[in-house]
């Protein structure tokens, strides 16, 4: 393991915020299962024991959640950084201070040219205009301290003809300023992990650190200054990850989406810091990385087997981030740029942004989470590999969970409904089973679960209600959004139980590039994806009733999501159904949209350019590039998940040594 270095994060009783949450987590979720074994005692062993464990893990993943948002909004409230416990103090970082190299990695995949090289020119720019912002410039130019990197793995030459043509006018564009590079692959081998694992390879050891940009990022000037300034001075610390809102959505679905993040996700990301303290994970972009630790420490390894849960790696950065803590790098998840807009200073955090896009519509975002579900189900491999740290181990269990509670909830709810027609039939004069789901327990639960909502109103009620339309609208908003998620939570439901049986029956998916931009769906292609689940709710409808009325309404919010599934989809892909609700009757409005961060304006105006300003061709057939720097040839081993020894360094210190 490396040496320890005196200048790390102050992370004050890291240890105790654990044991805390444990504490108050596995409490909670024995006196709710004693309650629920109270509740189900006089059913026969077989049915107890079964609807036991099935609660047990259902509300355990509740009581985590719920006691995440109340660290988080405790934290939140007080404008405290939830890592050393302080006040935070607004940052306003410049160039002055630059003594690194860093490199701007995108890594791209057949994505459309024009938003793609649009939003990694805002970024630039913002980058640009913040290093100049202090009344001293800086004593050397920003193009010695960053370098951008367009790393393609786009495998049609038709499609990289095109973006090559781009890339070409962004470097005109830039020249002086900053210096692009665009390398394309001839083959996307271990796809994104293995494109800048190239780019490690070949360019890593020129570069202190790596900003890793997804093709839909946009990060501003003042939030990548921040992040490197931050390496510079803690020098313990692989990964900095921040938290990436979602931007530009005008869909029904997409609009939903963009508010919830925006109102929960500081919160909740400020609970995850909070405990997770220096082994917090990677999301794969928006992030800042020790080049050379990544080189030494996270070169990935095969697991043992077939796909779809063996082979190559899918989900990588999950394991990256454990690789890089195992070998005692610190990660960390920084939650400045989604602190929430001070009612003082409207604009005090609109200059510091990490954004993101997403899928518009349910199915391609179904589609996305088809991906994912399959890779953070290989984690459950990983779970006994040798010198990981334990939060590590649970950010494992926690990402594959994620998509098996649905399995688990679904489970629950079918024994649910089958008891209630075993009693019906069996005992037809007792009380059907809203006795025995307590009203108490169920009020409780369904507490528990809508708490982290009501908390994040609450946080944004009181300190921006102005980033959110006002407080009305905010509140409007908020019941809105809870109405929408409750009746699309039994369709996803359905989507990942569906998802992890076809994974359990051996059948892989390709990775393919997400889709990306507006798209309103047809009908037939709802009803194709989606028609089983309106004839799957409208039979459970029509069997509960027939056995019990009372358990046909409390199932309600179940059912009517699964018979409602083909309209849902639908409209909530319509962007006409998403401008009446944001545009005529601002509602869902988010700090994004109406404070105008400067780089989202960047980027709008960009995209709306002529694309005519293309370079013309040098010869008639390709485009003039610039010349790649001279590489610096370096190594990234694969890990080895049998054996660690922390006695033996995964990198001497002369390796680990940041070039500048």
Known sequence: MRKSIELTPLIPWLAFRRALLAVLVISSSIAGCVAMFKVISFLEIGWQITMLVLFALTFSWIALAFWGAVFGFIVCALRLDPLSLRRQVPLSPNGNLLVSKTALVMPIYAE??????????????????????????????????????????TQDLDKAQEEAAHVAALQQRLAGQLAVHYRRRENNHERKAGNIADFCCRWGRRYDYMVVLDADSLMSGET???????????????????????????????????????????????????????????????????????????????????PPLGGE???????????????????????????????????????????????????????????????????????????????????????????????????????????????????????????????????????????????????????????????????????LEILFAALIAPLMMAWHSLFIITVLLGRSIEWQTQPRGERSLPWGEVWQHAGWMTLCGLAWAGAVMLFSASAFGWLSPVWLGLLLAVPIIKYS??????????????????????LSPSLLDEFNTLMARDSSTLPAMADGSLYVLNALPSELSGEMPPQSLNQFSVHAPSSPAAQTKEPH
């Open 573 to 594: 892909s319509s962007s006409t159904w998403g401008g009446v609700i944001n545009q005529r009757l601002g509602l869902l409005q988010t700090p994004s949209t109406s």
């Open 112 to 153: 459309p040219p024009i938003p793609t090289i649009a939003g990694l020119e805002a970024t630039c720019r913002s980058l640009i205009e913040q290093a100049h912002t202090s009344s001293n410039p800086p004593e050397t130019p920003l193009s010695e301290h960053f370098d951008v990197f367009i790393l393609s793995d």
């Open 224 to 306: 990548l200054l921040t992040l490197v300034h931050r390496m510079q001075r803690e020098p313990s610390v692989g990964l900095i990850q921040t938290v990436p809102i979602p931007v530009g959505q005008r869909t029904l679905f997409g609009l939903f989406t963009q508010f919830a993040s925006a109102l929960y996700s500081p919160m909740l990301a400020a609970g995850q810091s909070f405990w997770q303290g220096d082994a917090a994970n990677y999301w794969g972009h928006n992030a800042i990385v020790r080049t050379r630790a990544f080189m030494a420490s996270a070169g990935l390894p095969t697991i043992p087997g077939k």
């Open 313 to 479: 790696i899918l989900s990588h950065d999950f394991v990256e981030a454990a690789l890089l803590k195992r070998s005692g790098w610190q990660v960390l998840l920084d939650t400045t740029a989604t602190t929430a807009v001070s009612r003082h200073d409207p604009y005090a955090s609109a200059a510091h942004n990490s954004f993101e896009a997403m899928p518009s519509n349910m199915l391609d975002f179904a589609k996305r989470d088809r991906r994912w579900l399959q890779g953070n189900l290989q984690h459950l491999r990983l779970l006994t590999g040798a010198g990981f740290h334990p939060i590590s181990r649970l950010h494992f269990f926690f990402g594959a969970f994620a998509y098996l509670s649905s399995l688990v909830w679904l489970a629950l709810l079918v024994c649910t409904s089958l008891l209630v027609g075993y009693q019906a039939i069996d005992e037809p004069t007792e009380q059907m089973l809203p006795k025995s789901l307590s009203v108490g327990l169920l009020t409780i639960t369904l507490g528990m679960l809508l708490a982290p909502k009501f908390l994040g109103f609450l946080l944004a009620l009181g300190q921006c209600p102005h980033a959110f339309g006002g407080r009305l609208k905010l509140f409007t908003s908020m019941v």
